[in-house]
């Protein structure tokens, strides 16, 4: 309880202590009727309405391409999946997602996609052009994966406004086990250029990795307090049937939940999603998210036919749904869990715009 207090009034806890912390939160049996964790979600709840209120802002995401080069071991689109059905949206086929995404509403759009070879920054800066020129109240987010600095600045340059570069996980020997031919000090050093050129930078982290323990997740908490990014996206760790961890269990709902609450907490002002993959390992993960301080969620926007197809971890949802109903579908959830949809451009509060 005591630590709880001590994180709610934006006091830095010490590593020893956040660990304490989870080991604790671990075991429902030690913590009476889970009076600490349902402490620390209203502490996490209250920060978050004093900062950004009851809303929460809406992005589409576009899923632009499932080719991907590397071969992240927990991934679905890994390039070593022989199994994954490839495919790369054009130019047009993005125009018309953001096109149906602003008559819905939205006023961000979140490119992701693998790291493919044909995003050369020749058709990203047209493709980002083209969108600037349309929209231009728009923001543009990028989730492409690493680049060169170069690259970062020609996207920039050429209109995009936010990048998302999940770090997955703060410690060197974990990350190389599951990222081959990778280092984390590659992925730091893209965060660290991201933030340079200016853009608003998106990092994060996957809960239940096999192998992972609280000290590793305090690397990450610390990691992210230190980078201080505008955005974090954490979710739980789920298997996909053709990779190598198929058969290891997934990470936990109520352990993702806790960890947005603590990062609420930690970093109050970030910008928190309710993220697809806790939604898709509990029906109402992402309300449980909302209510534990998360202020964003990310529908879908891709075109119906890939939807299948970027399939990062098996029970994906929102893979059968057309932009418009995910889009109705999300705003009922949010509302029914209390809270009101925001369709702004949901910059971060010290943006400098
Ligand atoms: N389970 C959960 N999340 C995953 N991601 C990739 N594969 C999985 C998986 N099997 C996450 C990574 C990546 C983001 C786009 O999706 O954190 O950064
Ligand atoms: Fe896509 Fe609910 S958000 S169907």
């Known amino acids: 309880m005591a630590l709880v207090d001590q994180l709610a009034l934006e006091s830095d806890l010490s590593d020893s202590a956040l660990c304490q ?45 499932n080719y991907c080069k590397r071969n992240c071991v927990y991934c679905g689109i890994r ?11 054009t130019l047009e086929q993005v125009l018309e997602s953001c096109r149906i995404g602003y008559e819905l509403g939205y006023r961000t759009f979140v490119m992701q996609g693998g790291e493919d070879h044909a995003h050369t920054d020749a058709f990203l800066t047209g493709l980002i052009h083209e969108i600037r020129t349309a929209y231009p109240d728009c923001a543009i987010t990028l989730s492409l994966g ?86 974090i996206g954490i979710g739980p760790f789920i298997p996909h049937h053709e990779t190598p961890l198929a058969d290891q269990p997934s990470g936990s709902v109520e352990k993702t939940v806790v960890l947005l609450a603590i990062l609420r907490l930690m970093i109050p002002k970030v910008l928190l999603p309710a993220t697809t993959a806790l939604g898709s390992l509990n029906p109402v993960g992402r309300e ?16 119906l036919e890939v939807r299948e197809k970027y399939d990062l971890y098996d029970g994906k949802i929102c893979t059968g749904d057309e932009a418009a109903e995910c889009r109705q579908c999300i705003q009922k959830r949010i509302e029914n ?17």
Not at 288 to 303: D, E, K, T, W, Y
Not at 340 to 351: E, F, K
């Open 21 to 65: 912390l989870l080991d604790y939160l671990d075991h429902p049996d030690q913590d009476q009727d889970g009076r600490v964790r349902h402490h620390l979600i209203q502490k996490a709840h209250q920060k978050r309405m004093e900062i950004y209120g009851n809303r929460v802002f809406l992005r589409g995401l576009i899923e632009i391409s």
């Open 79 to 89: 390039a070593g999946n022989p199994g994954a059905e490839r495919y790369r949206l």
């Open 146 to 231: 690493e680049r060169s600095r170069e690259s970062y600045q020609a996207l920039y340059n050429a209109g995009a406004d936010r990048y998302l570069l999940r770090h997955e996980t703060a410690d060197d020997g974990f990350y190389a086990g599951f990222h081959p031919g990778m280092a984390l000090s590659v992925r730091k050093a893209c965060l660290e250029d991201l933030k340079a050129i200016g853009y608003q930078v998106g990092a994060g982290f996957m809960v239940g990795l096999p192998g992972q323990s609280n000290q590793h997740l305090v690397k990450d908490l610390r990691f992210l307090k230190t980078l201080d990014p505008h955005m």
């Open 288 to 303: 449980l998210g909302i209510r534990a301080g998360a202020n964003v969620v990310m529908p879908n926007l891709s075109p």
């Open 337 to 353: 869990a209390g809270f009101t949809v925001d369709m702004a451009r949901g910059d971060h509060p010290d943006w400098r715009n």
